[in-house]
């Protein structure tokens, strides 16, 4: 009985240990890549933790040995004074370690590799160009660890970064110069949205990926599995120059739209007392070819890549001697609708700023970001002090940090009227005018504290339309100044 006992033990243990190695080789084989991700902004290291969720075997690399440090401990308050996404420090907690691994070591992780992602940081330059100085650095410095490898399997070098058209042509020249061998280059360009981009990163609308070779389509295959014959996300495969195209048409056409609603619904809404403009949306929007994203009118679109973007494909395609008019406009409309408002206030008000206290809501370019990259809040700012106001009363519930190194005292001495308050309440308080300039939800009930806070005349600059009462609001006596219509003042005799 023993020896029964004995061999069905050895037989079950022989045969599962067969079955399980069999199984995890192809598993390594079939889902499992190494993937460095070059770059720890917050593209790339949404990148980096959404891939390790799929159980690849995930390299974060950066050269800032903070960021690493912070990374690395998988606390929420170190990750998200460098990144913060709703999500984001979840998946790096339970992935660290395990199928993530953060490095500023290039030469330590570059053995083995499958596929390197670089995302990385593409500022523009004063002429509109995308400057591309930390770009080819981090490329040379990936094909110099890649010349030096002794493991010689094929390698896909991906553009995640927004990149001019011909940039993965350039990465190909910067590898062959250092004599990589077995490599392909490949663009995948990114289309997440601050504040959503973990959910986007998992469920993308679509995943472009532009190569040259088969051997480099199927690697990424590999990568994006989960994508590849998805019922609802579309996986294109095309041309690099293609893939690199879409990304700026994309944006562009974005940031077009929401200037269509700025410089066209919101000027009849401006013009013509009689005409709601967000009835028109609704009416307009109805058409189901006709996107809700976008039709809310604002003091203007910001962000890292809009303004960005459209600067550089204007600069590409003067480059290829084409006619630019309608996406210069575009981004004109979007310049001039920061200010506009600032402007209207003087003629359409009759508000006088010089030595007023203005109290400013909302610094960062959106709701739920600390990011003030491009924010319209720098240019109303601007504006506010170039029209000699005295002070600045400036309240965000997550920027207020980055906007204390953006108003730099040392940058502009004018900049040393901006105060800061820790709510909207604080900064409401004793001042003589308002301007919103973000869409922050919190917004939305401020109407009540101007009424507790501040008593008329006062004036409401609402470049986000996010008084839902204004009507009462002006019927009290407070003057209401908002994107998309016709100033509201009080009538004297009402009052
Ligand atoms: C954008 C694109 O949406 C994304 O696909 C791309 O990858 C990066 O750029 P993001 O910069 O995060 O993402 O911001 P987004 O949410 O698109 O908003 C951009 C600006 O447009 C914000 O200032 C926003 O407030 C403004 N906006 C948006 C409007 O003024 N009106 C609208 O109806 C929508």
Known sequence: MFTVTFMFTVTFTFMFTVTFTVTFMFTKKGCCMKIIVAGTGYVGLVHAAVCSEYGHEVYAYDNDHRKIEAFSSGEAEEIEQYVNEPGLANIIRETVGKYLFFSSDLNGIIEG???????LPTPPNLNGSTNLVFYDAAA?????????????????LVNKSTVPIGTARHL?????????????????PEFLAEGTAVNDARKPDR??????????????RRVYSQFVNHVRIKYIETTPETAEAIKYVANTMLLTYISFWNGVGAKIGESFPNVRIDDLRLGVTADERISTWGSFVSNGAGGSCFGKDIASLIYQLRGANVNTKMLEASYEVNEY????????????????????TIAVLGLAFKKRTNDMRDASSIKVIESLLGKGVAKIKAYDPLAIENAKQVFAPSQNILFEKIKYHPTARAAVEGSDALFISSDCEEFRGISRTIEEMVSPPYLVMDGRRMIPDFEDLAAKGYDYLAVGSVVMRPDPQSL
């Open 337 to 356: 609708q920061k200010v506009y408002l600032v402007e209207r206030a003087i003629t359409e008000a009759q508000f006088k700023f010089n030595n007023k």
């Open 140 to 156: 040379a410095d990936i094909a110099q660890a890649l010349a030096g490898r002794e493991d010689e399997r094929r390698v896909v």
């Open 207 to 220: 995943v472009v990926v532009g190569c040259d070779h088969d051997a480099d389509f199927n690697i990424l």
């Open 113 to 119: 590799v499958d596929a390197i992602f670089l995302s």
């Open 172 to 188: 190909q020249e910067i590898m062959n110069a250092h004599e990589v061998a077995n490599f392909g280059v490949a663009s995948n």
